[in-house]
């Protein structure tokens, strides 16, 4: 089986498998977006995905998501990149230049360094989009060292992004810490993103669930799954 069979094969299996978990959970089809994580995996395989139907990845890591997204532009490929990493505010600028999305806007200061960012690419012509949607990251037990804001903190952030000339936003995203009680997260989140919908005015995505757990995400109302492993299968050695 040569690569693009294999990746087809997987990508079918994991669409498969939300589509058994939407059921399951007495949801309406197609109302979960699925969001290849291509860490560590080459731009060549991100491209086959894009001939698979796929519009956007999701990336861990600025540097190497910059990289990838310079060489897709330059590859004609349609697929875009989210980030979906934890961003350090001096790299905000870099990020707005090249993001289609970005799901873990964690503070204030992010915010309006995206979007000055964003102002930049603008005026330089990195960029035809003039909003950048963003979700705010959130971290379910108040430990903002491994990315997030504590729910203390949550509106502060969303009213930083919704006021923003350029950006756009667009929900919550949640990581389960380890050992904790997955479905708790994830309902407690699913619950904020209805809270904070009803304050602005609209719906609010949920991004929750990774390949080991969206099926758990789903049931609880999760609007968008991250899956790598299942996709791409196991992360290149080295």
Known sequence: ?????????????????????????????????????????????????????VELVGENREQEARAKAEELVQAGAGVRIAMIGQIQSKKANAVARWAAEVHSVDS?????????????????GDRTSTRLRCLVQVSADGDTARGGVAYEGLDEVADAIEAATHLELG??????????DETAVFTGARERADALGDRIGRPM???????????????CGSDIVRVGTGVFGARPVG
């Open 171 to 180: 929900g919550l995203m949640v990581v389960p810490p380890l050992g904790s």
């Open 205 to 219: 995505d949920l991004s929750a669930g990774m390949s080991g757990d969206f099926a758990t995400a789903i049931a």
């Open 1 to 53: 089986m040569d690569r693009k069979d294999e990746l087809a094969t997987n990508l079918e299996r994991v669409r498969a498998q939300i589509s058994e978990a939407v059921t399951a959970a007495g949801r309406t089809e197609g109302s979960v977006r699925l969001i290849p994580v291509s860490k560590f995996h080459p731009v060549a395989d991100i491209a086959v995905l894009g001939e698979l139907g």
């Open 108 to 124: 204030v200061r992010l915010a309006t360094g995206l979007d000055r960012g964003m102002e930049l690419a603008l005026e330089r």
